[in-house]
């Protein structure tokens, strides 16, 4: 049962030069959208970020080399089948899923980016996925962005879209995404894969340095478990569609308005994944402030909401500000002096000084726990960085979950 | 439920110079034994090992004061309360604990070294536990190292001891020891606490590296959530009452034997611990062999250990060794070629060369799963190096445990 605000956007922007399908291709389970195509038109610029999982599945290695090789022009992605750890078989299977696809669009293989998701060590039904394509292709639309975000489901409980439209000195821009993921998640990417759409007219190298950055404050700050999968992968697109400005650098007037907007689109997309994560009761912001480097308040922040006592803590609604502290004891922070710790729980200062608040009493705390969405605030009390992480409690659903999953 | 043999030793060896005793003092519950208090013969030499946590506890603070200034005749040990993040009080309150017995007995503060663990964030009952330190005193035995290891249980289901008895050269050695911990379990020690003696006459210089060597091989190879704790602390202690002959270096005859002892006696309290982990239905030795370096097979191993959804897939006995590659592919190890890796479930090899192995059958991997006691062994084939880690899986029973610990 996902936690808090997991709804679809009232209005669901298309993108002109992008057209979707969801197609049931019965690669693993019968009458279940599990086949969609993605169609990028001619000209579309787009920019890759893939799992740093050294097992990464045959088509995360064959979408590198087609992004190497060739502007893309066709996404296909599977689910039921991660297609990792299935070595020579798996990476001829994938491929031949690509060129059966270009065959039929007549286009370059190397335009065409694969990518499967679901269980590891299963040989692809790639004969399945072949025959699916057809249907696939003949229901292409602008609006299915919907239909994909439900089509690229696993675990997943809900679809996951974010919608912006954006008005720049008379220009107006859209931005459309979907994500999936809700176990094996971590930074890096996870079991996560991300398509974001927008008819800006932007060159691939500022694209790709526009992922990285908002990448970076939204799908590498979520963790649900810790594990970094084999398969994530997340696309921008960006069609130029909508003006022929060109927005070429930073520098450029409508930049920082289109970036904003692509980061509220990812923020918001990574943290439907933590709302959506498996056996998640509550969605958790670990905002660590007062450090000395972002990397030692994002280690601080990964340390709390890693930990599988604090996330059993939060499960129970109970207040255990000992295992938060001692998730920031050993976090690695050098010469970490602890009596400049404070730790609130949302509004309410539980941790001051290193040390139980004076003021602090436990009906306050369990007030608090008692929410579905709650900020732990840790501030270090050493310097100006900050950073902030996203992550779920740890339920009896969780290992329900996965106890279950290959069954 | 605690996983396979479990059992205390048929013959649990005195330490000549070593007195113990156990006493319910009611720090936190009525009725329970929750004190031990650990006598040494003056002329004992002692080693100890402790937290890295920024977050450690008073009492952990004071020993190591008390340990740089003087040999420790008393060890004094409270369940029920981890006496950590409680500031300035709390420190106040633990230096009461060791004064009280320090006048008790006629020794300096100096020489009393106080343990602590439980709850973190609570005032510590000092009171209850200056009380019964009287009875405590009254008690002390030689042969009350069971009641000592039921005495330092928290979450712990089993007590926890090993003996061992080793004859060099005509001279008759004892090691005798107990642990605690079930929880809050990863390297750098954990809620884990252990205490350790031997009759055999070590120098407190030679003895701290011994107990350097034994703990890595040992109390810092197990995990099993991955929590450090704010207490945690090993002591070894050496009497020298079995024999004037002075092991003053590794080149002594007798050095060697007796570092076996030692190191068999921390293996088994160590694994102990796993083998009681919150909620454990499996015990799971990680090997890895064929690195470049230990570090980088510990890396490996601790990542698979680490791992929720390899724990889960353990169990639910499932051979899901997709989740294994996964985990062996962000451990970080540098340029790792997946196509040399081989992992084994006991004697079923599973993965060969990066894939699934040509022979391998559900059947088989089901079959080891169904086990109580699994090696997994993975072989990462770029060089000589090896390590080992123990673990167990993550089971309905952990959450249940730890989201219900503090009511």
């Keep these: 049962m996902a936690v808090g605000d997991i709804s679809v956007p009232s209005t669901i922007h298309a993108i002109e030069g992008i057209r979707l399908s969801a197609t049931a291709a019965g690669v693993r389970y019968k009458d279940r959208d599990d086949l969609v195509v993605i169609e990028l038109a001619e000209g579309t610029s787009a920019a890759v970020v893939t799992t740093t999982n050294a097992f990464c599945a045959a088509p995360v ?12 022009r066709y996404l296909v992605i599977n689910t039921g089948n991660a297609n990792a750890g299935t070595g020579a078989d798996g990476r001829g299977r994938a491929e031949a899923v690509c060129q059966a696809l270009a065959d039929k669009t007549k286009t370059a ?12 060590g299963q040989p692809l039904n790639s004969d399945a996925i072949i025959t699916g394509l057809d249907k696939a292709l003949d229901t292409l639309s602008a609006d299915s962005w919907l239909a994909a975000a439900n089509g690229i489901r696993t675990t997943d409980t809900i679809p996951k879209l974010a919608s912006e439209q954006v008005d720049v000195d008379g ?55 810790g594990d970094t999968s084999t398969n994530d992968c997340c696309v921008l697109m960006a069609t130029g569609k909508a003006s022929d400005d060109i927005i070429d650098s930073p520098e450029h007037p409508h930049y920082q308005a289109l970036f904003d907007a692509l980061s509220r689109v990812f923020v918001r997309l990574a943290q439907l994944i933590v709302r959506d994560g498996e056996g998640a009761t509550k969605f958790i912001t670990v905002k660590v402030t007062g450090g000395k480097t ?25 207040a255990n500000w000992g295992r938060l502290l001692a998730a920031v004891g050993y976090a690695g922070v050098p010469e970490l002096d602890t ?45 100006d960085a900050s950073d902030t992480v996203y992550t779920c409690d740890l339920s009896y659903d969780y290992v329900k979950i996965n106890a279950d999953y290959r069954s």
Excluded: W
Excluded at 178 to 188: E, L, Q, Y
Excluded at 346 to 361: H, M, N, R, S, W
């Design 294 to 318: 972002t990397e030692e308040c994002c280690d601080v922040a990964y340390a709390v909401a890693h930990s599988p006592l604090v996330k059993t803590a939060f499960f129970a609604s109970d």
């Design 61 to 72: 290695r064959i979408l590198r080399e087609h992004f190497d090789a060739a502007a893309p």
């Design 109 to 120: 293989v190397e335009a065409v980016l694969p990518f499967s998701t679901g269980v590891i």
């Design 171 to 225: 220009t107006r821009y859209h931005v459309t995404g979907i994500s999936k993921g809700s176990g094996m998640i971590r930074p890096n990417m996870a079991t996560m894969l991300g398509y974001v759409a927008t008819d800006a007219n932007i060159p691939a190298d500022v694209l790709q340095q526009m992922l990285s950055a908002v990448n970076e404050q939204s799908f590498n700050r979520i963790t649900v478990d």
């Design 339 to 383: 009596e400049q710790v404070n730790v609130s729980l949302d509004d309410v200062l539980i941790c001051q000084k290193g040390g139980l608040a004076p003021e602090y009493v436990e009906e306050q705390g369990a007030a608090v726990m008692s929410r579905p969405e709650i900020t732990v605030h840790i501030d270090l009390g050493r310097g």
